[in-house]
T-cell receptor
Framework: GNSVTQMEGPVTLSEEAFLTINCTYT??????LFWYVQYPGEGLQLLLK?????DKGSNKGFEATYRKETTSFHLEKGSVQVSDSAVYFC??????????FGDGTTLTVKP | ETGVTQTPRHLVMGMTNKKSLKCEQH?????MYWYKQSAKKPLELMFV???????ENNSVPSRFSPECPNSSHLFLHLHTLQPEDSALYLC????????????????FGEGSRLTVL
């Protein structure tokens, strides 16, 4: 079956620090890959996505590259802000329509 | 305005009550989902409706009963719940199949925070 493994949290960084949250996956076929973000008191929202190998998704300064050879989709941001404090979920989706999520990584950014 | 609207946002109920959670999507999608999010636990897929048919039921106790009267509305009927059912219940929608985007992106509502006393 499909699975997603992401870096355990919590992660605490100072403002303007570099962020990496690791994500690796196991899937049959050719999944699409996603990062979702959940701000306090809200539901999940799509942060970025990539639908095929070597695609780079980017949004709000965050980036992730679909690496088929290493089955990874690591999330990065060069300079985090306090407002980036949230829970980040890596996920994949196959053509069957079912999404598989990682366990989530809580990020806290301190001023 | 969010494309997926959930009501109520907060609900407190006793173990003998009957209540319902409502979800409405304004995105023209053909699939809707219920997820359960508990503290310190992974996101749990409960039910999937595709084209108004239930296509997945992940061993959810019968005290949770979903209903999908049309492609825009999804309900979760609750009865005789247990305190361990306290959680954030998230509704989501997506477009599946060849008719729309194939990436499988999910659009979530803001959730209904349920507390069972």
């Amino acid at each position: 079956g499909n699975s997603v493994t992401q870096m355990e949290g919590p992660v605490t960084l100072s403002e303007e620090a570099f962020l990496t949250i690791n994500c690796t996956y196991t899937a049959t076929g050719y999944p699409s890959l996603f990062w979702y973000v959940q701000y306090p008191g809200e539901g999940l929202q799509l942060l970025l996505k990539a639908t095929k190998a070597d695609d780079k998704g980017s949004n709000k300064g965050f980036e992730a590259t679909y690496r088929k050879e290493t089955t990874s989709f690591h999330l990065e941001k060069g300079s985090v802000q306090v407002s980036d404090s949230a829970v980040y979920f890596c996920a994949l989706n196959t053509n069957a329509g079912k999404s598989t999520f990682g366990d989530g990584t809580t990020l806290t950014v301190k001023p | 305005e969010t494309g997926v609207t959930q009501t109520p946002r907060h609900l407190v109920m006793g173990m003998t009550n009957k209540k319902s959670l409502k979800c409405e999507q304004h995105l023209g999608h053909n699939a809707m989902y219920w997820y359960k999010q508990s503290a310190k636990k992974p996101l749990e897929l409960m039910f999937v409706y595709s084209l108004e048919e239930r296509v997945e039921n992940n061993s959810v106790p019968s005290r949770f009963s979903p209903e999908c009267p049309n492609s825009s509305h999804l309900f979760l009927h609750l009865h005789t719940l247990q305190p361990e059912d306290s959680a954030l219940y998230l509704c989501a929608s997506s477009q599946v199949g060849l008719a729309g985007g194939r990436s499988g992106e999910l659009f979530f509502g803001e959730g209904s925070r349920l507390t069972v006393l």
